[in-house]
């Protein structure tokens, strides 16, 4: 598992196939109320234990991408971090998450692309040690830092 980089991004020539960073991630009665704000999302199944009793997953589960905002949360912030692009996204979704439980997000590169400065990057998201969620991002990173600004 690798570690956030000390200036905040990988660059593309610091990038291997098979670098892989994690992130733990409770989700909570908060974190859902908040990304239905943000998303505009209040289907009655995230947010009304009443209605989710009687669907097919008996109670509340969290919005999908909710989920798989925690992957995108690794790509923003650990792998590559800080300067990723993100140009797409495919999403697997195999089982809900539920309030209270702790999801893991899991990228790996899987692809680097040094002429177009793209990596394909593996997205996982478990519970538990169980799969509930796959797919894979493709982001373009940056080729080199920034010089700081001088004052």
Do not use: W
């Amino acid at each position: 598992m690798v570690e956030p980089h000390p200036s905040g991004g990988y660059i593309l020539d610091e990038l291997v196939v098979g670098m892989t960073a994690e992130k733990r991630v409770t989700v909570s009665e908060e974190r859902i109320g908040h990304f239905a704000e943000a998303s505009d999302d209040f289907n009655p199944l995230h947010m009304d234990e009443a209605f989710a009793s009687k669907t097919a997953y008996r109670g509340r589960i969290a919005h999908g991408l909710l989920s798989a905002s925690f992957g995108s949360a690794v790509v923003g912030t650990i792998l590559p971090g800080a300067g990723a692009i993100y140009l797409g996204q495919t999403l697997n979704f195999y089982k809900p998450v539920r309030i209270g439980e702790v999801a893991a997000a899991r990228v790996t590169v899987a692809t680097i692309d040094e002429a177009a400065a793209r990596v394909v990057l593996r997205c996982e998201i478990y519970v538990g040690g169980e799969l509930v969620m796959d797919g894979e991002a493709t982001v373009r990173v940056p080729r080199r830092r920034r010089a700081p600004k001088t004052p």
